[in-house]
């Protein structure tokens, strides 16, 4: 069963060409990683698939469902959720506040039950805060559920847009990339939380520039090249893709 | 530590000139020329130029100072050793002290100072309107006093024209005035930032242009006059004092009401909108939808502020709905903290109070009120109660 099929898709800026004629499957409880040489369109990719940016051309499905030209909160509330690449957190608001935010589209308290503090408000607001730690667990900062979220070290905050991210109940986590700015310890910890996200039976779609979570941790891989998907497959497909090699790889080597 | 220069020409001895006292007083001095005369311009530059060295001195020393200050607490503490009670305590006591001081005003206090009441309570309701605006929800509204015009005039109208009561203009009125705060919305969220700003401020002054031409119907600005003052249970409400508990009550409705709004999803959206629009709508808020809200809850109490202003002056006409107001209440969020509603409140009641005891110094009431603000914005710049996280929690 595929989770989410992109056909064709294809954005433009101008004269930019950032996404050209993309397409792929991904099954439902996989790892899935992007890789490319920076500039290659992955985090344009992501843009498309939540809502941010418009398609140029091409179609997403998700669960059977075309979910193209849906708006960003109808995309989150069919179950994708994403973090960003720099990092965007509500930075005034405290660590659960960010969690509890979150579980906006799962709740429908209104006006009138606010005001009047009805059993039903009472509850749900009971039930948004324990989640909220329990996410918060998850991700290890559940000790820093009232620190406000602005101040903490970065690769907390990286974390904590993980915990916002699953707040929204999804079915597919979109990462952009999780490990960026890590020392080894942390990147080795990250690797960890994505496992146990899978473990919880989510789907997910990584971009990543570290080799070594990306071979370690991906069912799959899609290769991104200037806007064009240049390669796909297992991780010891893509290690021997001469074209791979040479495009991306190859700076390295 | 120095911050380092935003600027790479900070240095240059352009930038030091047209940042030196003599230059910013000799520059407002002049703008002041045409309006205020020589006399007052020259009054007016030596007074800047030694409030603007002040400032600059002050702030050089003002880590000194600070520095000073908390010794001087230490040494006095240490002195003296008061045992200051549990904070929890203390703060009840202080909320049951200021809670008398308020309630008993109309007996201890005179006209006058009723009447600063009174419209204190009014410019709470209208401040903390604005506030779910540009407080929680981040977008500047600089043509909130329209929605205050309109809440003002329906009832003017309504009890005028159609001799409809206070308690039935009510609730029509300030419906009126939430579907106008839909209307504006509509186009105007499409806008971001400075642009939207700029729409607000426009549907403020076609609001109160309208008022003033539409003779048949407003009266002009002649105004519209004999608005009956609320009655409850058969008595009415037209004694400076009844009027002042009056209020209180509307004063209390607001704070209530909003302080549960804020402390629920809609106002951590709310929040999370002002925080980051695109992660907001990121994690599944319908940012449209939310500051629609925004815009049509903040002026259903702009709306009631307006209807209790035209019940308590019993006249209404466009001069008290200009573009200045509008200021004044953004001044009032922003001195008091933007998003924090006891900030808000201060905010309004100094802001209405000061002028009044600066009355003494009409000449200097605006500049000693603008050279105050300037140094809050300066020394404090998240407002008197706002900062530590400006979000709102119960
Ligand atoms: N909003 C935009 N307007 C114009 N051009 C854009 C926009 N967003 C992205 N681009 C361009 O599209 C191309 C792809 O950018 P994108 O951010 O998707 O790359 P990326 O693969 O995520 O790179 P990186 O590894 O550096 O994050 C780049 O040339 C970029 O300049
Ligand atoms: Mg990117």
Redesign the pocket.
């Known amino acids: 069963m595929y989770l989410l099929e992109v056909r064709d898709l294809t954005k433009h800026?101008?004269g930019?060409r950032?996404i050209e004629e993309v397409r792929f499957r991904v099954k439902e409880g996989s790892i899935m990683s992007i890789i490319?040489?920076?500039?290659?369109?992955?985090?344009?990719?992501f843009?498309c698939l939540t809502g941010i940016?418009r398609p140029t051309k091409g179609a997403i499905s998700f669960f059977d469902r075309e979910i193209t030209r849906l708006g960003r909160d109808s995309i989150v509330k069919l179950g994708v959720a994403r973090t960003f690449?720099n990092i965007r957190l509500f930075k005034e608001m405290t660590v659960i506040e960010n969690v509890m935010v979150s579980q906006h589209c799962r709740t429908q308290s209104g006006f009138l039950s606010a005001i009047i503090r009805s059993s039903s408000f009472r509850n749900e607001e009971k039930t948004i805060r324990e989640k909220a730690l329990e996410y918060l667990e998850l991700v290890g900062l559940e000790a820093y559920s009232d620190t406000i979220a602005g101040s903490l070290p970065y690769g907390s905050q990286k974390r904590l847009e993980i915990a916002r991210a699953i707040a929204t109940e999804p079915r597919l986590i979109l990462l952009?990339?999780p490990t960026a700015g890590m020392n080894p310890q942390e990147t080795g910890e990250m690797m960890g939380l994505i496992k146990k996200l899978q473990e919880l039976g989510k789907t997910i779609i990584l971009?990543e520039?570290d080799m070594k979570v990306v071979m370690g941790i991906s069912e799959n891989i899609v290769v991104?090249d200037h806007?064009v998907k240049i390669a796909e497959g297992t991780p010891s497909e893509i290690k021997s893709n001469s074209m791979v090699i040479e495009a991306y790889l190859g700076k390295e080597h | 530590m120095k911050k380092a220069p935003i600027h790479r020409f900070a240095d240059s001895p352009i930038h030091r000139f047209t940042h030196s006292p003599i230059f910013i007083a000799l520059w407002l001095a002049l703008l002041f020329l045409p309006f205020k005369g020589l006399e007052a311009a020259g009054v007016l530059f030596i007074v800047l130029f030694a409030a603007v060295s002040l400032l600059r001195v002050f702030k050089n020393y003002a880590g000194k100072i600070k520095g000073l200050l908390s010794s001087l607490k230490k040494f006095i503490s240490g002195r003296i050793r008061i045992k200051l009670p549990e904070s929890k305590t203390r703060s009840i006591a202080l909320t049951l002290l200021m809670s008398v001081v308020v309630m008993a005003l109309p007996f201890y206090g005179h006209d006058y100072l009723i009447d600063i009441a009174v419209l204190s309570g009014i410019y709470i309701i209208l401040a903390q309107g604005l506030n779910i605006v540009v407080g929680f929800t981040g977008l500047l509204n600089l043509g909130f006093v329209a929605f205050y015009a309109i809440g003002a005039y329906s009832y003017a109208l309504l009890n005028t024209k159609l001799g409809i009561g206070f308690w039935a203009s009510l609730p029509l009125s300030v419906m009126l005035v939430t579907l106008s705060g839909f209307i504006l919305a509509i186009p105007a969220l499409r806008l971001k930032g400075d642009y939207l700003a700029i729409v607000t401020l426009g549907f403020g002054e076609i609001v109160r242009l309208v008022l003033n031409n539409w003779d048949s119907f407003t009266k002009g600005p002649n105004g519209i006059g004999g608005i009956e003052p609320p009655h409850i249970f058969g008595m009415q409400i037209s004694r400076l004092g009844q009027f002042y508990y009056f209020i209180i009550i509307f004063v209390l409705l607001a704070v209530f009401i909003i302080r549960r709004v804020a402390a629920s999803r809609i106002g951590r959206a709310w929040i999370a909108i002002r925080e980051d629009e695109i992660a907001s709508s990121s994690i599944g808020i319908n940012t449209t939808a939310y500051k629609l809200y925004s815009f049509a809850f903040g002026a259903f109490w702009a709306g009631l502020a307006g209807v209790l202003f035209a019940a308590k002056m019993q006249f209404v006409s466009p001069e008290s709905f200009t573009f200045m107001e509008s200021v004044l209440i953004l001044c009032m969020v922003i001195l008091g903290g933007l998003g924090s509603i006891p900030g808000v409140i201060l905010g309004a009641i100094i802001l209405v109070m000061l002028p009044e005891m600066l009355r003494e110094v009409q000449l200097y009431r605006m500049l000693a009120l603008g050279s105050g603000l300037v140094m809050l914005m300066i020394f404090r710049p998240q407002g008197l109660m706002g900062g530590k996280g400006v979000s709102f929690r119960s």
Do not use: S
Not at chain 1, 36 to 45: D, E, R, S
């Open positions: 800026f101008g930019i950032a490319g040489p920076n500039g290659a369109g992955k985090t344009t990719l843009n940016t690449q952009d990339e971009i520039h991104l806007g």
